[in-house]
């Protein structure tokens, strides 16, 4: 039901002014967490280069006027990885920069980028989100323990032995939503993989080590000097990506230097750093109609299975005023960005689907609707934007077109988790709960720990006068202790 590389390198931040800016700075708490996985059981061969990459950045950075507080890490299972990333984030304090490098197996799912645990059991697609560590997650962890500067270097673009088990081709690695005051950097474009070298250590590391040791450089100079220095040197081949929300410059020497605030960028071109973009602009928003509330049709008779038929004239939803918006202060940036996108490339399917979960995880539900529908437009075969706009328009209470476009979702994606999770939602919501129920035990099937089908299941069993409801209900509180109050926040109790 719900909306749904490469290095993480920690973000520092500086302040201005000569000599008491350069104690200041030295004194704000440096701490990176360097993974590097290698030795995947499922994987023909282990990995050539991540150890030695991995060790060859941590003695960059605990090296000189770098000075971080470096924990290197290496072959982490599931368990080793959480202990891992709870002991970097207790070392974050407020003011600090924090960084993250992984070098290993990544995978994207659900429009995230999530690296692999060397034990890592990925047979489907919930199996990745189950087993791996979202980088999205991490950045909002680090922003949450105080962190001013989040750098998060991803080198895991490569092809993995587990997506050929449930797509057909690699997927490459996701864009990020990032927190404002961070550095992101991919060792290839999102979507894109590349081929080991089998050298010792790969192209993207040797640079990024050699730009990082020039004291006098910015992170961002440091890190277009890597994208443009590995572009250069693949011939083209691989190109780094790299999106920026830093308010001030940071640098990884003792001399930081203050810039005015620049809006999160992405660059995923191997040409020389383009000029500095201009300042933030306010979020572009076009004149919406007034919100859709809930509709409430007369109850449907159930019918034998989770595909009922819909009537021949459904009722219109009734309009009413929309309820006032607030966009989170890291939301509003990641939405400027998306939103250059789209005025530089109006057909861009991704930045019109990552600007439409934005806006719906800020109930900014009409706006969202509008996006997944350009996005559907532009790839009618899209299951997820279709799942997505299902879940939207059921919250609004357009049920019946949401119903559609949840079948539509199931028609491409037959086993689609989500999808069948959210038409089990919209059933609850027109009064099927026997509907309701057979797709919920569905998704189930798939994803046995999915806390909104568990609650979802158990309100329809209640509905239905099935006491075992309770258990489902005990059984995602468990699991999300927030799952009740999502579900009454959209009207079902």
Not at 23 to 44: E, H, T
Not at 220 to 247: A, C, M, Y
Not at 454 to 465: N, V
Request: include cysteine; hydrophobic fraction near 40%.
């Amino acid at each position: 039901m719900r909306l749904p590389w490469i290095v993480v390198l920690a973000v520092m931040f500086a302040s201005a002014g000569g000599d008491a800016s350069a104690q200041q700075a030295s004194s704000v708490p440096r701490v990176a967490l360097i993974v590097g996985n290698a030795n995947y059981p499922d994987a023909d061969s282990p990995l050539k280069e991540p150890l030695k990459d991995a060790r060859a950045l941590a003695e960059a950075l605990k090296q000189g006027s770098a000075g971080f507080d470096v924990d290197v890490v290496e072959n982490l299972s599931k368990e080793g990885m959480r202990k891992a990333f709870d002991r970097f984030y207790g070392k974050i304090t407020s003011g600090s920069v924090a960084l993250v490098f992984f070098s290993g197996y990544a995978i994207q799912s659900a429009r995230q980028s999530y690296i692999i645990p060397v034990d890592g059991q990925i047979w489907t697609e919930p199996d990745v989100r189950r087993d791996g560590v979202s980088l999205d997650t991490i950045l909002k962890e680090m922003n949450t323990r105080g962190a001013r500067v989040k750098i998060a270097i991803l080198d895991a673009s490569r092809r993995n032995p587990f997506e050929r088990r449930f797509r057909p081709v690699s997927a490459g690695l996701a864009p990020v939503d990032a927190p404002t005051g961070s550095l992101v950097m991919y060792s290839s474009a999102p979507s894109t993989v590349v081929n080991d070298s089998g050298n010792e250590h790969r192209l993207f590391v040797n640079e990024l080590v050699s730009h990082l040791r020039v004291a006098e450089l910015t992170a961002q100079e440091v890190f277009d000097r890597t994208r443009v220095g590995v572009s250069r040197g693949s011939q083209g081949q691989q190109v780094p990506w790299l999106s920026s929300s830093l308010v001030s410059d940071f640098s990884f020497g003792s001399g930081p230097k203050v810039a005015a605030a620049a809006p999160a960028t992405s660059a995923p071109a191997a040409a020389p750093a383009a000029p500095a973009t201009p300042g933030p602009r306010p979020v572009v928003i076009p004149k919406m109609e007034p919100l859709v509330p809930e509709s409430k049709p007369a109850p449907q008779p159930a019918s034998p299975g989770p595909q009922a038929a819909l009537p021949a004239t459904p009722p219109p939803p009734a309009a009413a005023p929309p309820a006032p918006v607030t966009i989170s202060p890291e939301d509003t940036a990641a939405i400027q960005d998306l939103n250059r996108k789209i005025r530089s490339n109006p057909n861009d399917a991704i930045a019109l689907y990552r600007r439409g979960q934005l806006y719906a995880k800020n109930d900014d539900f009409s706006r969202a609707i509008m996006d997944f529908d350009a996005t559907i437009r532009l790839n009618p075969k899209d299951a997820e934007a279709l799942n997505n706009r299902c879940w939207v328009r059921a919250i609004i209470g357009d049920l019946y077109a949401a119903l559609q476009d949840c079948d539509a979702s199931l028609q491409i994606r037959p086993n689609f988790v989500d999808s069948l999770d959210s038409r089990g939602f919209v059933k609850l919501k027109m009064g099927q709960p026997q509907n309701a129920i057979a797709d919920y035990d569905a998704a189930l099937q798939l994803s046995a720990r999915k806390a909104s089908s568990l609650y979802g299941r158990g309100i329809a069993k209640l509905r239905t006068g099935n006491a075992t409801g309770n258990n489902d209900i005990a059984a995602a509180k468990a699991i999300d202790p927030g799952v009740a109050d999502e579900f009454n926040r959209y009207g079902v109790r």
